[in-house]
């Protein structure tokens, strides 16, 4: 017995130390014991979960993947069909109408859940797209300098001093309408995040760029070039895995300001322009469709899909402030 | 450097940012076929002899036939001299430049309006809060800030209108009025010429300085809805930031000498803490304006108001068929850039005088 244990002992001096597994693994521990971060970090991943569980097995929600022709089929037995105009949130007639319908027919609950899945797909990509790009173009304008550096600056300048919103509408109508000439076939929904893709990567390169300032200065990358190190090299390895952690937080509450921009332009009637159609379950549409409703009453239509929406920006907005938090190394221990 | 040094060189900087603003929407327009800007420039409805001649200055307009630094440099005169195409919509048709001149100054009203608001309400409630961290009232300032910065505009439109909008929400016909400016539909009134108010084309302002104050009551009612959805986003950004500004003041040593020579708590929350915890709060002011001018397009939208933001939106959507108004897309990004790019100079000047350190 007494050799076991020294045996198990010996062993454990000596293992490999890896400092990087063990900051990830405190940083994961502080990140448990925020609670609030903790609460964001829960709706997010249920909402991530929904809308994963979308692509992975689309029969979920008891249809296949022609969500949108077969959810108005769903009217409960009985529904004259004639009739368009929506129906109260009800528990007596099966969970697809725990939230009521809306225009035609089309129950609440099952298209808010189909709609997670462009939501928060084509959010993702859009932050990630623009983060990828706007890094490579903040650090290495950052550490350059010169000439490219001011350049790349006044042009974040411009995009920085016309509102976001108005921006986005223009980009989008103006890609849609000379892209359709040019006859090319684009999916609404990819134009519209190549549209913002090229509008939000100067946010990250602004934000890299000024910590590469900083960090540029410091003494790893002095002791780097002494060693040398090459430049474009410094940046790669030294420079870019340094940004990455308040990149990281500007991500998390990106998501959630877009989610909201591609609802807005939704509701706005651009899905006119980009040719979506106008039943696709996406949660600015819903709410869209049910505006139609407004003057009656009717507020279900609206209110439901705003407050999954809300719930949904509210949990990344805390999960990133949270992230902040723990991953600002003054405000650490 | 003195103040007025760094005025003229920040306004010298704003020169460089106003070109690439000009550049980019030249490089927009000319992403369309020059044949749909042409079309886009003639009016369809007019006898084909005048619309010959808008033919004319719409190739004259563009340049074309020049190379292309000559069109955008032709581009930049065409626009100092005020001439920014024509656009054909339900909302409006007519030169992009007598359209905004119309509804630019509903734009500047609300938002105005709405700035007013929020920086009343905000200051002495960041205030309030920042002086009790972790108390009850804190969390909830905490939680109202958290679920209102993070609200979609357009649904904090509709949630209203269905609360308060008359004839719809609980409040019957007692309810505020959900679309419209409050311009009389029957009565001739004198100062209204061609359905837009004047001098300033600011309804509230108007019947104010002609003394008609029953219309000024009615203008105001219109606005209480669009101003309340817009402020909500502002003031939850600013009493996050002001809370923050405050808690941080609040721990610096100057406050305990305060405290400690015997300084009442009252002036020392007042004077001491409150003066300094403002003054970052005034560089988000230009962040937050950012934000307010494309919510003015939604709200402007929901609630059928005559501002920029309904014109931008008419050249893009309101048109039979989405014909799309390339010239009123141009001319309304140019604007509302112009709009924000003052801002960001007025509120970089108010902070540099306000605080003497700064001088980039």
């Known amino acids: ?333 | 450097m003195e103040l007025k040094y760094y005025i003229i060189r920040r306004l010298l900087i704003l020169i460089p940012t106003a070109l690439g603003l000009l550049l980019m929407t030249f490089i927009l327009l000319r992403a369309i076929p020059v044949s749909d800007l042409i079309a886009n420039y003639v009016n369809q409805r007019a006898s084909p002899a005048q619309r010959a001649i808008e033919k004319q200055q719409a190739i004259a307009l563009l340049g074309i036939g020049q190379p292309l630094p000559e069109q955008f440099y032709i581009y930049i005169v065409d626009i100092l001299h005020g001439n920014l195409g024509n656009m054909y919509s339900n909302f409006y048709s007519g030169p992009v430049i007598v359209g905004i001149e119309d509804y630019l100054p509903f734009t500047l009203e609300l938002t105005i309006f709405t700035v007013i608001v929020s920086v009343l309400i905000a200051i002495p409630l960041g205030t309030f809060i920042g002086s009790r961290p972790n108390t009850v009232a804190d969390s909830t300032g905490r939680v109202f800030s958290l679920i209102f910065f993070a609200m979609p505009i357009f649904w904090l439109a509709l949630v209203l209108q269905l609360v308060f909008g008359k004839n719809i929400g609980p409040l019957g016909a007692y309810g505020l009025p959900i679309s419209g400016q409050g311009y009389p539909s029957t009565q001739q009134v004198g100062f209204i010429v061609n359905g837009v108010s004047q001098p300033t084309h600011m309804l509230f302002i108007d019947s104010v300085l002609h003394g008609d104050f029953p219309l000024a009551l009615v203008a105001l009612e219109h606005l209480i809805l669009p101003v309340l959805t817009l402020s909500m986003s502002i003031l939850a950004g600013l009493l996050r930031f002001i809370r923050a500004g405050m808690v941080d003041t609040a721990n610096q040593e100057y406050i305990k000498t305060a405290r400690a020579k015997g300084v009442p708590e009252k002036m020392v929350l007042k004077k001491h803490i409150r003066k300094n915890a403002l003054l970052p709060s005034v560089t988000v002011i230009g962040l937050l304006v950012a934000g307010l001018l494309g919510g003015v397009v939604v709200v402007e939208d929901i609630f059928k108001l005559e501002g920029l933001g309904r014109l931008s939106l008419a050249a893009v959507v309101g048109t039979v068929g989405n014909n799309i108004q390339f010239y009123g897309v141009a001319g309304t990004i140019l604007f509302f850039g112009l709009i924000l790019m003052l801002t960001n100079l007025i509120v970089d000047v108010v902070y540099a005088f306000l605080d003497p350190r700064i001088r980039y």
């Open chain 1, 1 to 333: 017995m007494q050799t076991t244990i020294s045996i198990f002992k010996k062993g454990a001096v000596q293992r490999k130390r890896h400092p990087k597994v063990e900051d990830m693994i405190e940083t994961l521990k502080l990140i448990i014991k925020n609670k609030v971060a903790m609460t964001g970090l829960v709706i997010t991943m249920t909402y991530m979960i929904l809308a994963l569980l979308d692509v992975i097995y689309p029969a979920y929600l008891g249809y296949g993947p022609n969500i949108i022709t077969s959810l108005p089929q769903l009217l409960p037995p009985g529904t004259p069909l004639g009739e368009q105009l929506p129906t109260p949130p009800t528990f007596a007639n099966g969970w697809h109408y725990w939230f009521g319908t809306t225009v035609g027919a089309y129950p609440l609950f099952p298209a808010i859940l189909a709609s997670l899945r462009i939501d928060l797909g084509y959010s993702l990509v859009i932050v990630l797209t623009g983060a990828i790009v706007g890094i490579f173009v903040g650090t290495f304008s950052g550490y350059f300098g010169g000439f490219w550096d001011e350049l790349m600056m006044r042009i974040t300048d411009v995009f920085y001093s016309i509102p976001f919103l108005v921006m986005a509408i223009a980009f989008t109508t103006i890609l849609s309408y000379s892209l359709l000439q040019d006859h090319v076939p684009v999916n609404g929904f990819n134009l519209v995040a190549l549209a913002l893709i090229i509008i939000w990567w100067p946010t990250y390169a602004r934000l890299t760029r000024s910590i590469t300032l900083s960090l540029k200065s410091s003494r790893f990358i002095e002791a780097a070039v002494a060693s040398g190190s090459s430049r474009i090299r410094n940046v790669v390895t030294h420079i870019i895995p340094g940004v990455l952690s308040p990149v990281f937080v500007q991500i998390s509450l990106d998501l959630g300001s877009i989610v909201l921009v591609f609802a807005t332009l939704e509701f706005l009637g651009l899905g006119a322009i980009i040719q979506i159609n106008s039943y696709t379950p996406e949660l600015g549409n819903l709410i869209t469709i049910g505006q139609a409703y407004l003057v009656t009453g009717d507020w279900w239509p609206i209110f439901i899909p705003g407050v999954f929406l809300l719930i949904f920006t509210v949990g990344i907005n805390i999960f990133g402030d949270g992230m902040r938090d723990v991953l600002d190394p003054k405000m650490r221990r």
